[in-house]
């Protein structure tokens, strides 16, 4: 019998029970708000970090991020990056070799972007960074309604308003963000953490990226859940407020959370060897010096992001040199299909990206599209 008689829906089961080859039995969706591709491929900005506008010790800035040569500047900046996702993962947005990622939704702001992550949907409908529970389901409640991944999907931010985005009010998901106190039962170190974040004042919209990595860690070190997002939010926050000194050492405490999160990962046998990190951006920013503080519809560079994964089933690619384009909506089906899944929603959601499991991309057959079924 030839495959073509078989109905697209019935290929992909096929291959989804195919894929229960897969290592991959956990997945970490790790987010860095706003940051921006350019620092990640190239390091340092030479139009920036010269600039005393952005920068209050330009000197001392450059002995701890600057190296004339780029592949030596941006290990600088993401030695976990450059060390070990570059030779055993995969690195996509480098566009001075024309490889792209990009956000679909045309706002370029952080709520459109977050859901886009999460749902696969670039929902077409304005959603600003409100309080507003969002209409559209996401990923992770869809894992934390099959059997298996019940209780066993988690999310932590830094960000307040996740809340709303993931709408946990609709799904009951796990989630701890902004300044949430962790539950103590009678733990020493839940004690502490709440104790910490009862002494910052005053408290804005997004909690210190180094607590949340802490409430992280310990939660999954207790609980090993299966399927976790994980936000940072202080890489946005400083370029806000147009200083390029914390931007660059954000940027560089976020790589280096991700290097231990990798290596406790690693060295826990619940997670050793099949677990996949995802990690990405929401938006990215203005791409000249005068921009790169801003993003929105309208600052060129807003819409340009990057991707990098690492895990047992992801082809040690690395740095992809080759012309491409991949969209943030893939990211929610890329998550489904390296659990041996496919992504149901009611929404339109990006085509998983299938170059991240196989150099023979042609061996796995597109799901069946959503948005070609409601035409
Ligand atoms: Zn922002």
Request: glycine letters at 6%.
């Given at each position: 019998?030839?495959?073509?008689?078989?109905?697209?829906?019935l290929?992909?089961?096929?291959?989804?029970?195919?894929?229960?080859?897969?290592?991959?039995?956990?997945?970490?969706?790790?987010?860095?708000?706003?940051f921006?591709?350019q620092?990640?491929?190239?390091?340092?900005?030479?139009?920036i970090?010269?600039?005393?506008?952005?920068?209050?010790?330009?000197?001392?800035?450059?002995?701890?991020?600057?190296?004339?040569?780029?592949v030596?500047?941006?290990?600088k900046?993401m030695?976990?990056?450059?060390?070990?996702?570059?030779?055993?993962?995969?690195?996509?947005?480098?566009?001075?070799?024309n490889?792209?990622?990009?956000?679909?939704?045309?706002?370029?702001?952080?709520y459109?972007?977050?859901?886009?992550i999460l749902?696969?949907?670039?929902?077409?409908?304005f959603?600003p960074?409100?309080?507003i529970?969002?209409?559209?389901?996401?990923?992770?409640?869809?894992?934390?309604a099959?059997?298996?991944f019940?209780?066993?999907?988690?999310?932590?931010?830094?960000?307040?308003?996740?809340?709303?985005?993931?709408?946990?009010k609709?799904?009951?998901?796990?989630?701890?963000?902004?300044?949430?106190?962790?539950?103590?039962?009678?733990?020493?170190?839940?004690q502490?953490?709440?104790?910490?974040?009862g002494?910052?004042l005053?408290?804005?919209?997004?909690r210190?990226?180094?607590l949340?990595?802490?409430?992280a860690?310990?939660?999954?070190?207790?609980?090993?859940?299966?399927?976790?997002?994980?936000?940072?939010?202080?890489?946005?926050?400083?370029?806000?407020?147009?200083k390029?000194?914390?931007?660059l050492?954000?940027?560089?405490?976020?790589d280096?959370?991700?290097?231990?999160?990798?290596?406790?990962?690693?060295?826990?046998?619940?997670?050793k060897?099949?677990?996949?990190?995802?990690?990405?951006?929401?938006?990215?920013?203005?791409k000249?010096?005068?921009?790169?503080?801003?993003?929105?519809w309208?600052?060129?560079?807003?819409?340009?992001?990057?991707m990098?994964?690492?895990?047992?089933?992801t082809?040690?690619?690395?740095?992809?040199?080759?012309?491409?384009?991949?969209?943030?909506?893939?990211?929610?089906?890329?998550?489904?299909?390296i659990?041996?899944?496919?992504?149901?929603?009611?929404h339109?959601?990006?085509?998983?990206?299938?170059?991240?499991?196989?150099?023979?991309?042609?061996?796995?057959?597109?799901?069946?599209?959503l948005?070609?079924?409601s035409?």
């Amino acid at each position: 019998m030839k495959f073509p008689l078989l109905p697209a829906a019935l290929l992909w089961c096929l291959a989804a029970s195919a894929q229960s080859a897969f290592k991959t039995k956990n997945v970490f969706i790790i987010t860095t708000d706003g940051f921006r591709w350019q620092e990640i491929f190239s390091g340092a900005d030479p139009a920036i970090i010269n600039d005393t506008e952005f920068v209050q010790d330009t000197s001392l800035l450059k002995d701890l991020y600057w190296d004339n040569r780029v592949v030596e500047r941006r290990k600088k900046l993401m030695p976990f990056f450059w060390n070990v996702i570059a030779k055993k993962g995969q690195l996509y947005g480098n566009r001075f070799e024309n490889n792209k990622v990009n956000v679909k939704n045309i706002f370029k702001i952080s709520y459109p972007g977050y859901n886009e992550i999460l749902t696969g949907y670039a929902d077409p409908l304005f959603i600003p960074n409100l309080r507003i529970n969002n209409r559209n389901h996401n990923v992770l409640e869809y894992f934390n309604a099959r059997s298996g991944f019940n209780g066993k999907v988690v999310a932590f931010a830094s960000w307040n308003m996740f809340p709303n985005i993931l709408n946990i009010k609709r799904n009951r998901l796990y989630l701890n963000s902004g300044y949430d106190s962790v539950p103590e039962n009678g733990d020493e170190i839940g004690q502490k953490i709440n104790e910490v974040e009862g002494q910052i004042l005053p408290k804005g919209n997004t909690r210190n990226d180094l607590l949340t990595s802490i409430v992280a860690r310990e939660y999954i070190t207790k609980n090993h859940p299966r399927v976790v997002f994980l936000s940072f939010g202080e890489t946005d926050e400083s370029a806000h407020h147009r200083k390029y000194d914390k931007y660059l050492q954000q940027a560089n405490n976020f790589d280096m959370m991700v290097a231990g999160l990798w290596y406790m990962i690693q060295t826990d046998p619940f997670y050793k060897d099949n677990t996949t990190f995802i990690i990405t951006t929401d938006h990215g920013r203005g791409k000249e010096a005068d921009t790169w503080c801003c993003h929105n519809w309208y600052t060129r560079g807003s819409g340009e992001i990057w991707m990098a994964l690492i895990g047992p089933d992801t082809e040690p690619l690395g740095e992809i040199d080759q012309p491409g384009q991949i969209y943030q909506n893939q990211i929610a089906s890329t998550v489904s299909m390296i659990l041996g899944q496919e992504y149901k929603s009611s929404h339109k959601a990006g085509r998983p990206l299938r170059s991240v499991v196989t150099a023979n991309p042609l061996s796995i057959p597109d799901p069946p599209l959503l948005e070609q079924a409601s035409k």
